[in-house]
C-alpha cells in the first residue's frame, strides 16, 4: 500500500515527491563535454558492439570538378566581423565530476539550492550563502578567478609541473595566462621559472642572428620566388582584422615565413604555414597591450621596437616547434596530409556510414574539401577566436595538431551530416561546405567538438587497423 502511494505521488503531475536535481540519478549516463578524458556518449553504450561497418556502395562515374574552382569559392569563417574587442569567453571549469561547460555547471549549481548555495545573477558572477539564518551572506570568488589561480600556481613554479599544466589546459585557457602557456607546452621555455628570462634572452638572440644571416638574401635570384609567394600570400590574411593589414605587421610576418623556409629546405614555404603563424603573432601581441585589448585598435608601429622584436622571434620559434610535428604535411607531394585525409574517410565511414554513402553516390572526394582543413588546421573553417581556443586543447593534447586533428576534422564533418544529407547533388554538398555556418561559434561549440573527437580518438586508438584504407571511395 506505501509502496503503490508513492507511485502515486510520483507519477502525478505537479506533485512529484522528489525534488528535481540536476544531480546525476545512479544508473544515468550523461555525457561530459570538454574533460580531459570525457566518458562514451549513450547512444554509444546502446549501439550494438558487434554491427560491423555499414555496406559500401560503388561511386558512380566520377564528375569532372575544379579544386582550384572550389578554392577559390570557398568562404572562409573569418569573412564575418571577428568581435575581439569583445570580453573574454567564458572558460570552460574544472569541478569534481569533471570539466563542463559553463551553462552546464550553472544548472548543477542550482540544483544545489537544498544545500544552501545560491547563484547570484550571471552579471556577477559571484555567490552567496546563508549562514545560520542571520541574513549575513559570504562571498566566494567566481569560477574564472578559481581557474586563474590555479594556472598562475602552476606557472609560479619553481618547476611548473607540464602534465598537471596540459590536463588544466585541456578544457582552455584563460587569456592573461595563455602566452606563458603555450610557450611552455611548445618546449620553447622550460619548466624551472629561474632559467626562463635567459632562454627568452638567448631564443630572441638566436633569431636575431637568423634574420641577419638570410634575410638579404630574399631578393637573391634562388629565392626570389619564395619571399614573392610570401608577400603575396600574407595581405590576404584575416582581411576582417584590420591589424593584418598595417605594413609593420606584414613586414613581421614576411620574416617570419621567409626564415622559416630559408631554415626547412626540405618543404620551404608551402601556401597555409602563413595561417599558422597568426594565433602565435595574435596570442603574443596581446600579452604586451593585454588580453581585453581591441586589436583592431592598436597601432603596431606604435609599439617599443623591443616589444615587437620578442613577439616575432616567439612566434618564430613556437611556429616552428608546431611544423616539426607535421611537416610531412607540407614537403613534396604533402604525403602527411593524404595520409590523414584517408584516414579521416575511415572514421566517418565507421561512425556514420549514411553520410560517407551520401557523398561517395554524389562523387564528392574528401580530398576535395578536406585538404585546407588540414593544410591550414582549420584556420579558415572557424573564427579567429575559436582556432585559438581549439589550439589551447592542441598544444594540450599529445600530437595534438597531427593524429589528434584528424579526430577533430571527422567529428566537424560528421556534425554537419543532417545538413549534408538534404543535399542531393555535388553543387549543393559542395557549397555547403564552402561556406559552413560556423561564423557565430563560440566556446561551447569548441568544447563539444572537442569532446566528440577524444569519443573518437578513445574509439580508435587502440585500433589503428581501423584507420587502414579498405575503400575505394
Known amino acids: 500500500m506505501a509502496e503503490s502511494t508513492a507511485k502515486a505521488r510520483i507519477g502525478s503531475p505537479g506533485k512529484s515527491f522528489w525534488k528535481k536535481s540536476g544531480n546525476k540519478v545512479p544508473g544515468s549516463v550523461k555525457p561530459v563535454y570538454g574533460a580531459q578524458h570525457p566518458p562514451l556518449m549513450h547512444n554509444d553504450l546502446t549501439s550494438s558492439p558487434n554491427k560491423g561497418p555499414a555496406p559500401r556502395t560503388a561511386p558512380k562515374g566520377k564528375k569532372v570538378t575544379s579544386f582550384d574552382e572550389f578554392n577559390t569559392k570557398t568562404s572562409d569563417a573569418w569573412d564575418e566581423s571577428d568581435p575581439w574587442d569583445a570580453a573574454e569567453p ?14 552546464v555547471e550553472r544548472r548543477e549549481e542550482r ?3 537544498g544545500r544552501g548555495l545560491r547563484s547570484a545573477s550571471r552579471g556577477s558572477g559571484r555567490h552567496s550563502s546563508g549562514v545560520g539564518g542571520s541574513g549575513t551572506t559570504a562571498t566566494l570568488p567566481d569560477r574564472d578567478t578559481i581557474r586563474l589561480q590555479k594556472f598562475e600556481k602552476l606557472l609560479a613554479g619553481p618547476n611548473t609541473d607540464l602534465e598537471e599544466l596540459k590536463k588544466l589546459a585541456w578544457g582552455g585557457i584563460p587569456g592573461i595566462v595563455r602566452s606563458t602557456t603555450w610557450k611552455l607546452l611548445c618546449g620553447y621555455l622550460p619548466a624551472n621559472v629561474e632559467r626562463r628570462h635567459s632562454t627568452l634572452d638567448r631564443k630572441r638572440q638566436e633569431y636575431e642572428r637568423f634574420l641577419a644571416q638570410y634575410y638579404k638574401t630574399r631578393l637573391d635570384s634562388q629565392h626570389e620566388q619564395t619571399f ?15 591589424l593584418m593589414n598595417q605594413t609593420a605587421v606584414q613586414e613581421t610576418f614576411e620574416r617570419v615565413l621567409y626564415i622559416w623556409a630559408m631554415r626547412h629546405p626540405a618543404s620551404g614555404y ?6 599558422l603563424l597568426t594565433p602565435f603573432f595574435i596570442v603574443f601581441l596581446k600579452e604586451h597591450i593585454g588580453p581585453s585589448e581591441n586589436l583592431d585598435k592598436v597601432d603596431v608601429s606604435s609599439l617599443a621596437r623591443e616589444t615587437l622584436a620578442a613577439v616575432e622571434a616567439d612566434s618564430y620559434w613556437c611556429m616552428s616547434h608546431l ?53 591550414n ?3 579558415r573553417e572557424l573564427p579567429l577566436r575559436c582556432v585559438i581556443r581549439l589550439w589551447d586543447t592542441y598544444h594540450a593534447e599529445a600530437n595534438g595538431f597531427g593524429n589528434f586533428h584528424l579526430y577533430v576534422c571527422s567529428a566537424f564533418l560528421v556534425r554537419f551530416s543532417k545538413s549534408l544529407l538534404q543535399e542531393k547533388d555535388f553543387q549543393g554538398i559542395m557549397t555547403f561546405l564552402q561556406n559552413l555556418p560556423t561564423s557565430r561559434w563560440g566556446d561551447d561549440e569548441i568544447s563539444v567538438l572537442l569532446s566528440e573527437a577524444y569519443q573518437l580518438k578513445y574509439m580508435f586508438a587502440d585500433a589503428p587497423s581501423h584507420l587502414q584504407s579498405t575503400t575505394t571511395t
Open 377 to 379: 588546421i582549420l584556420m
Open 111 to 113: 540544483s544545489q539550492s
Open 323 to 375: 611544423l616539426d610535428g607535421i611537416q610531412d604535411n607540407y614537403t613534396f607531394a604533402q604525403p602527411g596530409i593524404q595520409t590523414k585525409v584517408n584516414g579521416m574517410r575511415e572514421v566517418v565511414n565507421r561512425v556514420d556510414a549514411s553520410l560517407h554513402r551520401h557523398l561517395a553516390e554524389n562523387s564528392v572526394e574528401y580530398l576535395q574539401f578536406s585538404f585546407r582543413w588540414f593544410n
Open 90 to 103: 567564458e572558460e570552460i571549469v574544472p569541478t569534481a565530476k569533471g570539466t563542463v561547460p559553463p551553462r
Open 270 to 275: 608551402v601556401q597555409g604555414i602563413n595561417d
Open 228 to 242: 614573392r609567394q610570401i608577400s603575396i600570400d600574407v595581405p590576404r590574411m584575416i582581411p576582417s582584422l584590420s
